[in-house]
């Protein structure tokens, strides 16, 4: 293989994603982009991906991704990129993207940074940016192999097209068989929610004392026609609510227009999930409480007084 | 018997980070330090399998001198030693330095069986260690378990990939993670920590593990920090506070002029 930027990811919109910045580096660094896909794919499934402008396809139709666990699929990552040169290989920060980037790294005696949030080019450096100290800060960072595993948050970037007629270039590889055998795969039975995507979120924390007062809560959600949110304590702990609302360094990021903390004291591992809204609103009885230093407007009020009133207040606006 | 490893990273308290107004750099001398809550769910799920099955659980850190301290916390908790690799060299190591060190410490206390590691540690939650560890030791690995059994050699685990649980077998010795949700870690009493300073503690510096000490480190870090600085936030802080309904109308007022109501 030829070095240049090589794009990774187990779900085809996440290489989208993923092509379109890939693109952009691509020119910067004159290298060449290509997307790995593993898998038996048709032809109109491989024309979607020269949508986003890869210069070249690596099909690896004899390993498919259901056949790979972290030791055989960075197997595959190190026999696309062990040739001598230069390469970026970014994957999408998924658990099993992540998984992968560490042990693919180690392979290429590569330096990597997972769940970026940013790339920018400097002269002849890529700045990585990650969240470090539990999302105190911002960590920018430059790596100094040539090898370079990088991977990415979902959504940090948006997928644009850009039609290139590129080249397929099939590989066979022989893959030792997975020593972590899967016996079962059980889907997560999800209400298919997309926080990340929704234009209003109404997160909730610990300040909500039974699970029955979060029925006052959905009211709120539907005046404001938002999804709920939530941070860990009330979805991993209490199992008050589903995982797939659960916002926070370990959960999902959201970017809203607009987002009403409710009973969330603020800690960190919370807050890098509502960073990136619009406006934020913290309804909070602790006028300390970290959250109002986020906020862009707040009330400090005991939320069982304050949240029935404004969903009164806004259901009336309507009418 | 089995020989359960639990590698743990000690860190600042994350809640406790200031931030300087002028130059958004976060202030860190001072901190106390302390295990990361997904480290303490590696070592407990240690202990139950110590509990359940019989096994020798070793403790494996490094970091700074504070670690002779914050270890007897995980030697109270229920492991039965301690290995802790403090050398002034290690300050600044990027993953792949830090993982390196961990194998060679791995390497002086083999053979094992099962090492425990937490999905990401609490400051950087880079997730790396694991990967590259099983990586070193040509292991098997086993990532975001949340359920953990053993039988005979065979590890298996339910693991959390997102959209999926995921059951999966594998035969010791390998590496596995865990995610918060695999238990949760008892508080050790205080009288139990003072007693845990009688357990094994093993500290080790980077010549005790044949590792110079231009191997790891900032110097040696394959990642340069360019900068890190908390991210700027231009937020309006505008904070009602009194009487319910009144604070309510200005709330809602002002969102309406922000546009943010729908």
Known sequence: ??????????????????????????????????????????????????????????????????????????????????????????????????????RAAQKLQAGCVTDAIGLTTKGPDLVIDRYALGGNTISSEIIKTTKKVISIMPRTFEAERAPVEGKVERMELKIPPRRVRLVEQRKKTSESVNIESAETVVCVGKGVSNKEDLAMLNELCRALKGELGCTRALSSDYHWISEDRMVGISGKRCKPRLNVSIGISGQIQHTVGIMSSKLIVAINKDKEAPIFKIADYGIVGDLYDVVPRLTQKIKALET | MLHVIACMKQVVDLQQIRIKRDTREPVLEGLP??????????????????????????????????????????????????????????????????????????????????????????????????????????????????????????????????????????????????????????????????????????????????????????????????????????????????????????????????????
Not at chain 1, 1 to 17: H, L, N, R
Not at chain 2, 94 to 108: G, P, Q, Y
Not at chain 2, 181 to 197: G, T
Request: with cysteine; proline share 4%; glycine share 8%.
């Open chain 1, 1 to 102: 293989m030829t070095p240049g930027i090589i794009v990774c990811s187990e779900t085809d919109e996440g290489a989208f994603e993923l092509l379109t910045k890939g693109r952009e580096l691509s020119e910067e660094f004159k290298m060449e982009l290509s997307a790995l896909v593993l898998g038996k794919r048709n032809d109109k499934e491989i024309q979607c991906y020269f949508e986003y402008g890869p210069g070249r396809l690596i099909l690896i139709p004899n390993v498919g991704i259901e056949n790979l666990d972290a030791e055989t699929y960075a197997s595959v990552l190190f026999e696309v990129t062990k040739e001598e040169g230069p390469n970026i290989l970014l994957v999408r920060s998924s658990r099993l993207g992540k998984e992968v980037a560490g």
């Open chain 2, 33 to 262: 330090v302390l295990f990361g809550d997904m480290d303490k769910n590696a070592l407990e799920e240690a202990v139950r399998i110590k509990e359940k099955h019989g096994a020798k659980v070793s403790v494996l850190s490094v970091g700074s001198a504070k670690l002779k301290d914050t270890v007897l916390e995980a030697l109270a908790m229920g492991a039965d030693e301690a290995c802790i690799v403090v050398d002034p060299a290690c300050e600044g190591s990027d993953t792949a330095a830090s993982a390196m060190t961990l194998v060679k410490a791995i390497e002086k206390i083999r053979p094992y069986d099962l090492i425990l590691v937490g999905e990401g540690s609490a400051d950087n939650y880079s997730g790396q260690i694991g990967s590259r560890i099983a990586e070193m030791l040509n292991a098997p690995q086993i990532t975001y378990v949340r359920e953990l059994s053993i039988e005979d050699n065979t590890v298996t685990a339910v693991r959390d990939i997102e959209a999926a649980l995921e059951v999966v077998k594998a035969d010791m010795p390998l590496v596995a993670s865990v995610t918060s949700e695999i238990n949760k870690p008892r508080r050790a009493p205080l009288a139990q920590i003072l007693r845990a300073s009688r357990k094994p503690l093993n500290v080790w510096t980077l010549k005790d593990l044949g590792i110079e000490a231009s191997q790891v480190g900032s110097a040696a870090s394959p990642i340069q920090v360019v900068s890190n600085v908390a991210p700027q936030q231009e937020r309006k802080g505008v904070i009602f506070e009194g009487d319910v309904d009144a604070t309510v109308a200005e709330l809602v007022d002002a969102l309406g002029k922000e546009g943010a109501l729908l």
